[in-house]
């Protein structure tokens, strides 16, 4: 099976601009969650959906909002974006089992620079 | 609140020296705990988890609820086994908290 793939990889914005973050997930798999992962904090809790329904949210501004497709396909967005937004954003997805077992698959992430 | 605590940043030790790499969490209840591993240019995956208690890659993880804690030790560390290593507990909404993960170095 393939991965967890995520996309754009690396991407460099100004403050204030908005970006978008693709998630694909391993074929099957119908929750996908996001954290954003930075040096100091470790990774953080972003969201997760399952069946295109927010099913968990962390403690984050609403500048940050993803959404599901049928196909659990996932995006997230930020808007208004900030310095402090700059960090890797990595999303997991998980089956049924997972889900149980607590096993997450996560993507490589996709770096984003905020100048 | 529930939370998962690692007090070290940087682990290092020698090729052959025993390895424990901290972990504490704060959670009411039964508590499921995981640790997950990133080793250079690789995704984040999961090592092992406290249900089943299992050894992987002659790491182990026992569950102390008294001191509440979830410790990854291994008796003699290889070079192979540098990376950084999160602890992780299962909340009571079933997402995984993730602590802020230690990095391990082995030196030769």
């Known amino acids: 099976k393939a991965g967890v793939t995520q996309t754009p990889r690396y991407l460099i914005k100004t403050r204030g601009q908005q970006v978008t973050l693709s998630c694909s997930p391993i074929s099957g798999h119908r929750s996908v969650s996001w954290y954003q992962q930075t040096p100091g904090q470790g990774l953080q809790f972003l969201f997760e959906?399952?069946?295109?329904?927010?099913?968990n949210k962390g403690n984050f501004p609403g500048r940050f909002s993803g959404r599901q497709f049928s196909n659990s396909r996932s995006e997230m967005n930020v808007s208004t974006l900030e310095l402090g937004d700059s960090a890797l954003y990595l999303c997991?997805?998980?089956?049924?089992?997972?889900?149980?077992?607590?096993?997450?698959?996560f993507g490589e992430g996709s770096r984003l620079t905020v100048l | 609140a529930q939370r998962v605590t690692q007090p070290e940043k940087l682990l290092s030790v020698f090729k052959g020296a025993p390895v424990e790499l901290k972990c504490n969490y704060s959670?009411?209840?039964?508590?499921?705990l995981f640790w997950y591993v990133q080793y250079s240019r690789q995704r984040l995956q999961l090592l092992l988890r406290h249900i089943s208690r299992e050894s992987i890659k002659g790491f182990t993880a026992d569950l102390n609820k008294g001191e509440t804690s979830f410790h990854l030790k291994k008796p003699f560390a290889q070079e192979e086994d540098s990376a950084m290593y999160y602890c992780a507990l299962k909340s009571n909404t079933d997402k995984l908290i993730f602590g802020t993960g230690t990095r391990l170095q082995v030196f030769p």
């Open positions: 997991a997805s998980t089956g049924i089992t997972g889900a149980r077992s607590g096993e997450l698959f």
């Open positions: 959906y399952f069946s295109e329904t927010q099913r």
């Open positions: 959670y009411s209840g039964s508590p499921e």
